[in-house]
């Protein structure tokens, strides 16, 4: 995992800005403020956010997931697997601030 301290150095010394950095993008802190109440399969936060293309969902999703902030695991339904995401315990810490 590369996280955002370890692109920019200038940042180790102030957690707010790391904290900015990380959820800084038009649909990250929508995301996180859905994943706050319960995990959630891609279709389903794609369609909880009406405007965001496929392709825009799955690259905020992947630089959460490379932030720490976000993980996601296979939830197999027969043949058809979908990716369930949820909030990291280290992700978790981020709840209050969107409440």
């Given at each position: 995992m590369v996280t955002t301290t370890a692109r920019d150095p200038k940042l180790l010394h102030c957690p707010a800005l790391v904290a900015i950095k990380a959820i800084s993008?038009?649909?990250?802190?929508?995301?996180?403020?859905?994943?706050?109440?319960?995990p959630h399969h891609f279709g389903e936060i794609k369609d909880l956010l009406p405007g965001v293309s496929a392709k825009v969902l799955s690259e905020q999703l992947k630089q959460l997931a490379d932030e720490g902030l976000v993980g996601a695991r296979e939830?197999?339904?027969?043949?058809?697997?979908?990716?369930?995401?949820?909030?990291?315990?280290?992700?978790?810490t981020l709840i209050p601030v969107l409440d």
């Open positions: 993008g038009k649909w990250k802190t929508r995301v996180l403020w859905l994943l706050r109440e319960r939830d197999r339904r027969g043949a058809v697997v979908f990716m369930r995401y949820d909030y990291t315990d280290y992700g978790r």
